[in-house]
């Protein structure tokens, strides 16, 4: 698998955003990202400065309605863009865990490239808005993300208090669950499958 290969770039425009967005696996976590909405360039930095990616986004939305759009956007350019860059997912390791501590929260990410998507959300956040973003719209990116990236995605909260530092523990543990799934592994000569593909 080279690392040319390993990268995804998507240009989504609707009626209701604007998203360019770039994604390299085999990169050093260096980020350039403007979205709109400041929580999610935090969270989306933190994913990818722990995931070791590179990621550049680009994006404008009707936030002048809410953040929705953007953000559901993103999860969708972001999901398009990982399976982008793994293709046929032939020569990865599949499987990622992290267990992410933040302060008094922690959280649990487990993950499988496997083009079955499916979300379970075991987070709850005790307030509605972090600053001026709506926590619920987490759970939005995230059940985006993984349907278009074709992962199954179980995030488990262990214990917090703090909204911030609970979303913050989930997206650091994403980029390192991430890095795990998305890692080659060279004694690979296909999908790690016994169906042979995935």
């Known amino acids: 698998m080279s690392p040319k290969t390993r990268r995804g770039e998507i240009q989504r425009r609707t009626k209701e955003t604007d998203i360019k967005l770039a994604l390299s696996l085999d990169g050093q976590g260096k980020t350039s990202i403007n979205t709109g909405v400041g929580f999610m360039d935090h969270m ?6 722990h995931g070791f990616f590179d990621l550049e986004i680009s994006a404008s ?13 993103l999860g969708i350019a972001l ?3 990982l399976s982008q860059s793994l293709g046929d997912l032939a020569g990865i390791a599949r499987y990622g865990a992290a267990a992410v501590p933040m302060d008094e929260a922690l959280v649990r990410v487990t993950l499988d ?5 499916f979300l379970h959300y075991g987070i709850t956040v005790p307030d509605a808005k972090v600053g001026s973003f709506d926590t619920a ?12 990236g074709g992962l199954t995605l179980h995030l488990e909260m262990a214990h917090g208090e703090n ?16 890095d795990q799934a998305t890692r080659p592994e060279q004694r690979l000569r296909g999908a790690l499958s016994s ?3 995935l």
């Open 44 to 49: 989306l930095t933190l994913l990818a400065v």
């Open 61 to 73: 939305g009707d936030t002048e309605v809410d953040d929705h759009h953007t953000v559901e956007d």
């Open 79 to 81: 999901g398009q863009a």
């Open 113 to 117: 490239c496997s083009n079955r998507p």
């Open 137 to 148: 719209l987490a759970k939005e990116f995230l059940r985006a993300f993984s349907l278009h």
């Open 163 to 178: 909204s911030h530092h609970i979303l913050e523990a989930a997206f650091k543990a994403l980029g390192r669950a991430l």
């Open 195 to 197: 169906k042979g593909s």
